[in-house]
């Protein structure tokens, strides 16, 4: 590849990165359906038709803006339990990067995986699912290895799904100028997890 071919690439990829994030913001603030080609293309001073230089479809926007969310979240995950030194420093790590992902730079993404499941097409949801799964198993493999140490209760299935359930949900009362801190509520939230002994 010729040096001018790499700049080229590497100039359409950072397009669709911005393309992707702005992506983002629209259909979490708008809604995805509601979310006209015009506004993604407005969104980044791009002409409607010229998006299409960088995806087929607008489901495939959405896909790509979904993926994002969860890949980013997973790769983030999966270095910090790299290097936790014990089993509850990978507890901690678990409610520290989803809540530190999802309220903060990933939020747009990751919403709009939550709340816009619905739009994705049937033929598109087993990437998008084998991306949640890998990501799920990284919470089954340190709960597992919790309640094996009596740290949390036993039914660790039922628990990450609780878990993930209730982290999801702050979305929709948690406020950045409140009394607390992501990290503080992430602490607050492993303490409610923790066997008292």
Known sequence: MSRNDLNNHQEANSRRME????AAKLFRDQGY?????RDLGNAVGLQSGSLFYHFRTKEEILVAVMALGITATTEQLALTLAAANDTRSKLAALFHVH???LLGDNQAALEVMLYE???VSDSAKPGLIVLRDRYEALWQGVLDEAAAE???KQDTHLLRRTLLGSLHWTVQWYRNNGEL???QLAEL???????TR
Do not use: D, F, K
């Open 189 to 195: 939230m492993l303490a409610l997890t923790l066997q």
């Open 150 to 152: 009596g740290l949390i």
């Open 99 to 101: 809540l530190h992902s």
């Open 181 to 183: 801190s992501v990290a």
């Open 33 to 37: 359906e509601r979310t006209t080609v």
């Open 117 to 119: 499941w619905r739009s």
């Open 19 to 22: 393309l992707i994030r702005a």
